[in-house]
């Protein structure tokens, strides 16, 4: 019983390229979650999903991506890499909207040069 | 800022003292949720707290939730150095058909053997 997984865990970029974090749940949760953490931040969250093809904005949405294309994938895209999104990644994932807890990634640290 | 802010930023206890962690929320709280991360490791859920005036107990781990306030406060009695890691306050956010689940800025703790 996996939970949730995020791949790769690390990943170091140079300005201007463009990569994908992958999640992957096998809990058959409806509710997707992207954030990233930074010293003093807390966590934020950049987008989320409720279902299968969904996706929303979250509190910091700027220059990042997602897609839901199957239940228990949620992708985040970076398609131009600046420094100021060096940051560890969270991904989450909840069953339904009734259920309030989170279960977490192990995370994936992104350093962009 | 965030809706969520907690105080303080950072603390170090020697172990065996008691602490407090504060969450204030700039909305109205409809429910709460505590979560715990280790250094380096996803965040493992702690306490949900649903109603105001709401007390609950883990071991040595309470937390409140004063709804009128818009505050909850974490307190660890007899602190171990198994308490260490950052603790993490969190809202559901649901309403009007959007579902963002948003985290504080987090607390620090290390506790000195």
């Known amino acids: 019983n996996a939970g949730v997984t995020q791949t790769p865990k690390f990943r170091v970029l140079k300005t201007g390229q463009s990569m994908t974090l992958l999640c992957a749940q096998d809990m058959n949760h409806e509710y997707m979650y992207w954030y990233r953490q930074d010293p003093g931040m807390g966590l934020r969250l950049i987008h989320y999903?409720?279902?299968?093809?969904?996706?929303a904005k979250g509190e910091v949405p700027d220059g990042y991506n997602v897609s839901r294309l199957k239940k228990q994938n949620f992708l985040l895209g970076l398609e131009s890499a600046a420094p100021s999104q060096t940051s560890v990644y969270f991904c989450a994932s909840r069953p339904t909207r009734a259920f309030p807890v989170l279960t977490f990634g192990a995370g994936s640290r992104l350093t962009v040069l | 800022s965030q809706e969520l802010e907690q105080s303080p930023q950072s603390l170090i206890v020697q172990e065996g003292k008691n602490l407090t962690i504060n969450c204030t929320s700039s909305?109205?709280?409809?429910?709460l949720y505590w979560y715990k991360q280790k250094y380096g490791e996803g965040l493992i859920f702690l306490m949900m707290?649903?109603?105001?005036?709401e007390e609950k107990s883990h071991e040595k781990i309470t937390a409140k939730l004063d709804e009128k306030k818009q505050q909850s406060s974490l307190h660890i009695t007899a602190s171990q150095p198994s308490h260490a890691g950052i603790y993490l306050c969190?809202?559901?956010?649901?309403?009007?058909?959007?579902?963002?689940?948003?985290f504080g800025t987090g607390t620090r703790l290390k506790v000195l053997a």
């Open positions: 909305k109205t709280l409809y429910g």
């Open positions: 707290l649903q109603k105001g005036g």
């Open positions: 999903s409720v279902g299968e093809g969904t996706t």
């Open positions: 969190g809202a559901d956010r649901g309403t009007s058909g959007t579902y963002k689940y948003i």
